[in-house]
C-alpha cells in the first residue's frame, strides 16, 4: 500500500536560519506531489507541485524553494527563515486517483 | 480560488443533529472534487469524493451533493457526532488530476 511520510512533526527555528522539510512516498512511482501551508485558522495554500524528477511549479512567490531530486522525494527549503514562514506545512501526493497528505510539520520561526 | 487569508466560518450543532456544510468552487472545468476533514495538528483526511457526472454520492452518514450549474458542493452528516468536529474543506481538481485547490474550509462544532 502507498503511504506518505513527512518529518519532522514540529520544528522550532531563528529568524534568518535555513529549513529543509523532507516528504517521501512509498508504495507508488511517479506521483504528483505537492507542498501546501496552513497558517492558524485558516485555509490551505497550494505553494509547490511537481510532476516528475526536477520538474518543480511554484504558485506563490515567496520566500521558500522546492525540489525533486528523486521520483518519490519533495524536499521544501529555505536559505533564511522569515517571521511569516511560520505554518503548518503539509505534503501531498497524488497519482491516478485521490490525493493523499502527509500528517504534517509544524514550523514556527522565532 | 484559495480564501486563504480569510478566517473559517463556523457551524456548531447539537450531537445527533444533521449538518449540513456548503462550499463554492471557483474552476467551472474541475470534474473531481473532495471532501476533507481536518482535526486539530493533522493533515486532511479524504471523506468522500464525486465526479462532475453525478449530483449525488452517498458514504456512511455523510452525503455529498454537486451543483454545477451555480458550482456549489455541499456535504451532509447524518446524525452528528462530537468526533465529527473538525474543519472541513472542499477541494476541486481540473482533469488528470492536476492541482487541488481548496475551498475555504469550515469549522465544525458538535456538543454533547
Known amino acids: 500500500s502507498q503511504t506518505i511520510h513527512q518529518w519532522p512533526a514540529t520544528l522550532v527555528q531563528p529568524v534568518g536560519s535555513p529549513l529543509s522539510l523532507e516528504c517521501t512516498v512509498e508504495g507508488t512511482s511517479n506521483p504528483n506531489l505537492y507542498w501546501y501551508r496552513q497558517a492558524a485558522g485558516r485555509g490551505l495554500q497550494l505553494l509547490f507541485y511537481s510532476v516528475g524528477i526536477g520538474q518543480i511549479s511554484s504558485e506563490v512567490p515567496q520566500n521558500l524553494s522546492a525540489s525533486r531530486p528523486q521520483d518519490r522525494q519533495f524536499i521544501l527549503s529555505s536559505k533564511k527563515l522569515l517571521l511569516s514562514d511560520s505554518g503548518f506545512y503539509l505534503c501531498?501526493?497524488?497519482?491516478?486517483?485521490?490525493?493523499?497528505f502527509g500528517s504534517g510539520t509544524r514550523l514556527t520561526v522565532v | 480560488g484559495e480564501n486563504v487569508g480569510l478566517h473559517l466560518p463556523t457551524l456548531s450543532v447539537q450531537e445527533g443533529d444533521n449538518s449540513i456544510i456548503n462550499c463554492a468552487y471557483s474552476?467551472?472545468?474541475?470534474?473531481?472534487f473532495i471532501w476533507y476533514k481536518q482535526e486539530s495538528g493533522k493533515g486532511p483526511q479524504f471523506i468522500i469524493d464525486i465526479r462532475s457526472n453525478m449530483d449525488k454520492r452517498q458514504g456512511q452518514r455523510v452525503t455529498v451533493l454537486l451543483n454545477k450549474t451555480v458550482k456549489h458542493l455541499s456535504l451532509q452528516i447524518a446524525a452528528t457526532q462530537p468526533g465529527d468536529s473538525a474543519v472541513y474543506f472542499c477541494a476541486e481538481t481540473p482533469p488528470s488530476y492536476g492541482k487541488l485547490t481548496f475551498g475555504q474550509g469550515t469549522i465544525l462544532t458538535v456538543h454533547p
Open positions: 501531498a501526493w497524488s497519482r491516478d486517483s485521490g490525493y493523499t
Open positions: 474552476n467551472s472545468a474541475s470534474d473531481y
